[in-house]
């Protein structure tokens, strides 16, 4: 950590290398990224150990260095770098991974709240952009994680911190069951939070450490799927009254007898863009996903009729 520029990434990279021979990967993180796309992948896929490992990774990471965000060159990955600093991190591997969080609140009293687990959905060419998150976590490891961010919010309370704060996990499959290990620290809110906040102001309910669950004021379950990263080139044109009518005509939108139904945001990036943002709320993880894929469905027929 406390990384500063392409001398201090390649020293890093190196001292990875050193300390775990087999390691294949690495990641390379600017201090001040959000959605996955402040990330870079280093792969010592073609390491020769005959070679010197520190000219190596100095006469090949311009090369080799793969940033994670489009139309970003090397060169302006490391302008960044040095402006705002960063970490370099092994890549964790294994055959079976996911991705998932816990968002956690110290009130002004210092007490932890852990208020919701996601797995989330990542997406690009090395897995490190976030695309959507399903809520709650699998039952297997939501309690887990969950008491991990209550750990870690215990401890971030001993040094006066107040507030919202969410923590990223990358968990592996194992033949002993799931190995989590925590990658990164947000003390602000982030892109789970307003799906959450979305869900809990339409059916006034709350999530339940210890069971893993979310049940509605009147004890229903409910679960999600969420994106703010819905994007096509064929949404482009489309305008937020277009959206809604898609929505009526397709029985997309949230029913709120039923407390079901998808619900809409990030409109405005529509029209010109492309880009807009759903959460798909159902009473089981199944029909929220459907729900999704319903409205993707609907809207690449749409979409596409309006672009032809």
């Not at 852990?114 to 709650?136: C, K, M, R, W, Y």
């Not at 999530?207 to 969420?226: P, V, W």
């Amino acid at each position: 950590e406390d990384l500063r520029d392409e001398l201090d990434i390649i020293g890093a990279l190196v001292e990875l290398k050193r300390n775990n021979p087999q390691l294949e990967k690495a990641v390379v993180k600017l201090n001040e990224g959000f959605s996955g796309e402040g990330n870079a992948i280093f792969s010592f896929s073609d390491y020769d150990e005959s070679r010197n490992l520190k000219s190596y990774v100095r006469d090949s990471i311009a090369a080799k260095l793969e940033v994670v965000a489009d139309d970003i060159t090397y060169q302006n990955f490391i302008d960044k770098f040095r402006s705002m600093q960063g970490v370099v991190e092994e890549f964790i591997p294994g055959a079976i991974k996911h991705s998932p969080s816990v968002q956690c609140r110290i009130n002004p009293l210092g007490k932890v709240e852990v208020l919701s687990t996601h797995d989330q959905l990542l997406g690009g060419e090395s897995g490190q952009v976030f695309i959507g998150a399903n809520f709650p976590a699998i039952p297997e490891y939501a309690r887990e994680i969950g008491l991990m961010g209550r750990d870690i919010g215990i401890n971030l309370k001993e040094h006066g911190v107040i507030g919202r704060f969410g923590a990223d996990f990358i968990s592996v499959n194992t033949e002993k069951g799931w190995k989590h290990y925590a990658l990164e620290l947000n003390l602000r809110k982030g892109g789970t939070t307003h799906p959450f906040l979305m869900l809990q102001g339409l059916t006034v309910g709350n999530y339940d450490l210890e069971s893993g669950i979310y049940s509605t004021a009147n004890g229903q379950k409910r679960y999600y799927f969420s994106s703010d990263n819905l994007k096509s080139d064929v949404y482009r044109g489309l305008t937020p009254h277009d959206l809604m009518d898609i929505a009526i005509t397709n029985r997309l939108q949230y029913d709120g007898s039923l407390q079901q139904g998808v619900m809409f945001h990030l409109m405005g990036a529509l029209s010109q863009y492309g880009k807009l943002g759903v959460v798909c709320i159902g009473d089981t993880a199944n029909r929220a996903t459907a729900f999704y894929r319903r409205t993707v469905q609907v809207l690449n027929r749409e979409g596409n009729s309006t672009y032809s």
